[in-house]
């Protein structure tokens, strides 16, 4: 198995999971619209790996440019990031992340069937445990969604296990991923966020190199050790490394399989900017606000699944997510404009 293809590949994720295929000895092909992403980015995949990864700039809503790429190069497996991710966002225009997401991935599913390609390794996500009843959270928990971007995750999930479970050619791993932070080491690709950041990590290193004035920490009064929300944070690098385990254990596993992709540890918000300070040499300034609607007190993965059947674990600890945050930050301070 090695022509892959892998929608959203200039994205944050499918740009370190470019670099990860690479170096694994895949060839993965890259189709994006480029929505959220920039072309640059191939550039700096070229640097760090020196194989400069083909890339197609096209809407995977788009069947008829599918058709050409599966017919160009029949792939033997498909990583699909290709989605819009910002929960806000979903909640003001459901019907776009719909289209786009869910949309986008049944052409997807009905182009590779087609072309007798499926293998499938999608990009989920926890926000699927909803709230979840206990932690570390295991694959078997209820699923619950409380936004329209965790119902487009939740949605494309039930229709994979449909697929798998109507016709058994299907191999699909769900790659449900916790909190993706940092950058990898060489400081040349990273996450560029569109406008101002919602997520913890771009935002403190925004401030640290001084883009932003103040974070808003969202809520003391969570039922944590210090008050603040705790997440399972996950080096990029590491969740990228995950797809190229993921798509060797599909020749194994048949149907559609749920995996956790964190590292079992969870950490607030105050243990982030202190750790965030320590390796920046910055001061983050702050101040606690109300909580954040939708916002949950503690989510954080049981890895044991991911461990024993795709022999993945996480590797950097949080020190090492921290410096390589900030060498992105500090070399790109406006990402790659
Ligand atoms: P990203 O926005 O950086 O990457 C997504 C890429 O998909 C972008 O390059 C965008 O241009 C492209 N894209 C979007 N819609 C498309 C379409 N219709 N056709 C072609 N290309 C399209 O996001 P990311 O953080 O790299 O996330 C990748 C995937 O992982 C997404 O599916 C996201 O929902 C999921 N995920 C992300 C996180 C996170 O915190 N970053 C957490 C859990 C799951
Ligand atoms: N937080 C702040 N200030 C901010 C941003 C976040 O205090 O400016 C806090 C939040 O309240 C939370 C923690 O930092 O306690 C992490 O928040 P993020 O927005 O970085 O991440 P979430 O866990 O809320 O959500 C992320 C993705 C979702 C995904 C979920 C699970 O944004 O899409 O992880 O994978 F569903």
Redesign the pocket.
Known sequence: MKKILVTGGAGYIGSHALVSLIEQGFTPVIVDNLRNSDIKVVDRIAQITGVRPEAHIADIRDERALRQLFADYQFDAVIHFAGL???GESVAQPQRYYHNNVGGSLSLFSVMAEHDCYRLVFSS?????GVPESVPINETAPLCATNP??HS?LMIEQVLHDLAEADSRWQISLL??????SAHSSGLIGEDPDGV????????SQVGIGRLKQ?????DD?DTPDG????D?IHVVDLASAHSKALLALDVDHGCQAYNIGTGRGY??LE?VQAFERASGQVIN?QV?A??P????T?YADTRKSAEQLAWRAEFDLDAMMRDLWRWQSNNPSGYK
């Not at 996500?125 to 445990?129: F, P």
């Open positions: 991710k910002a929960v996500s926890a926000t699927v445990y971007y965790g995750k449900r991923y916790f909190n993706p932070i950041p919602n997520n913890l990590m771009p935002y403190i974070l808003s920490v969202y809520g969570y603040t929300g705790v997440r944070y607030s918000v982030m702050y606000r909580r954040r939708g916002d949950i007190a989510c």
